[in-house]
């Protein structure tokens, strides 16, 4: 059976980054996307077990001490992790998995999970991270300064990744579908090609 392989997708704010996950997982719902626990409060239209599991921080912090999470970090003052179980169950069972996570969560993976890989979602440029983090129009200044020198702290981190994906203006079809093709590559490494050489010996 074919193994099912970790793909992490990262990207800060502003990289288009759910679009892009959305639009992949429309075009091949064979992917299983990973839902992550935290203890941030659902934004409106946000539906536990679809977008997240939302936790207490005590129930988060019990999860931790059990080795229950694959990875977590904190971000904007909340955890979030990635529950081992589910992702476990899908790779045994010939699944590829996606984690939308952030660059902290993707470098424990990457340490634990060999064949891990890691994808970095970028906007084509500084001038366009701003004009998408103001466009949403509704951050103080404050939040977009942050949410923008964390974004260029992320994009910083690309060299640790294993491909960067450039998400042009209105290009989230495109990425999608660059990003499959790296799906597909990885499928075809060597490694886990073995068994089409046994059948000719
Ligand atoms: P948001 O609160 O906007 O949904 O997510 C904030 C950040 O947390 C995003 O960069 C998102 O990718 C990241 N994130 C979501 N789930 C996880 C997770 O399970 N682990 C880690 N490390 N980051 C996550």
Redesign the pocket.
Known sequence: MRKGLLFII?GP?GSG?GTVVNELLKAHPELKLSI???T?APRPGEIDGVH?YYISKEEFEQRIQNGKML???T??G?Y???PEKEVQNALDNGIDVI????V???MQIKKKISGAVAIMLTPPDSASLESRLRGRGTETEDVIKWRLDRAKEEIKLMPEYDYAVINEDGGADKCAEEIYGIICAEHQKTIYTSTIVEKFI
């Open positions: 990262s704010a980054k992550s626990a935290t941030r997240y990875e977590y970090t971000y904007s909340n979030y992790g990635t984690l939308e996570i952030e902290d969560g993707a």
